[in-house]
């Protein structure tokens, strides 16, 4: 089984930073994909950022120019450094590993971005 743990979220005036962490655990293959998605209230879940084991990555489009995603292969965390985030971030973020052809998720961390 895999478990995820996320830290990081929290409270931010506009045009502040963040930074998420995501550690994965568990029976995971070497080779996967790490990555962040939001939800809002009311929306769908978005795609924010993701990489992989190889260092492939794909950004939302919320996300380019303003995230960086990055890894540590030998400690299975993912990272998601915000920067300029606007109110539009607030979302709760939730981290993903997909290994073995399966999907994990986190259970969340809030990001609240407010004046």
């Known amino acids: 089984q895999v478990t995820l743990v996320e830290s990081g979220g929290g409270l931010v005036q506009p045009g502040g930073s963040l930074r998420l962490s995501c550690t994965a655990s568990?029976?995971?293959?070497?080779?996967?994909?790490m990555g962040w998605y939001r939800q809002a209230p009311g929306k769908a879940r978005d795609m924010v950022a993701r990489?992989?084991?190889?260092?492939?990555?794909n950004y939302g489009d919320s996300a380019k120019g303003r995230f960086t995603i990055s890894r540590d292969n030998a400690k299975n965390t993912v990272y998601l450094q915000m920067n300029s985030l606007k109110p539009e971030d607030t979302a709760v973020y939730f981290c993903?590993?997909?290994?073995?052809?399966?999907?994990?998720w986190g259970q969340g961390t809030q990001v609240t971005v407010s004046s």
């Open positions: 990489i992989s084991t190889g260092g492939t990555i």
């Open positions: 568990g029976s995971i293959f070497s080779t996967n994909v």
């Open positions: 993903n590993v997909f290994s073995d052809l399966k999907n994990y």
